[in-house]
Nanobody
Framework: QVQLVESGGGLVQAGGSLRLSCTAS????????MGWFRQAPGKEREAVAT????????AYADSVKGRFTISRDNGKNTLYLQMNSLKPEDTALYYC?????????????????WGQGTQVTVSS
């Protein structure tokens, strides 16, 4: 079992930055791929960025490429999402997710472990 706790959300103006963190606990938390997903009101939960177990392979949604950076520090059991040049359309509840495989996908169903989410609101 893996427990995930997100932090770092908040209210920011368009063009600003935020850094999300996700602390993982559980015996094998560092052995698996992880990802960030988001869900805006009335929309499906979508993949934002994912990272493999070693942290050397990443993938991004087209909408955030060049603006967001995913990383992990396995020594600290922590996943990060650096978000720059934020836009109002980035407003959503952001979730940290853990996979059961070492290699990441952008498919929500491949992630059985979820945090409670942290709200990101970008004002125009």
């Amino acid at each position: 079992q893996v427990q995930l706790v997100e932090s770092g959300g908040g209210l920011v103006q368009a063009g600003g930055s935020l850094r999300l963190s996700c602390t993982a606990s559980g015996r094998t938390a560092n052995d698996y791929a992880m990802g960030w997903f988001r869900q805006a009101p009335g929309k499906e939960r979508e993949a934002v960025a994912t990272i493999n177990w070693r942290g050397n392979t990443v993938a991004y949604a087209d909408s955030v490429k060049g603006r967001f950076t995913i990383s992990r520090d396995n020594g600290k059991n922590t996943l990060y999402l650096q978000m720059n040049s934020l836009k109002p359309e980035d407003t959503a509840l952001y979730y940290c997710a853990g996979a059961r495989e070492r290699y990441a996908t952008m498919t929500r169903d491949d992630y059985p472990y979820w945090g409670q989410g942290t709200q990101v609101t970008v004002s125009s």
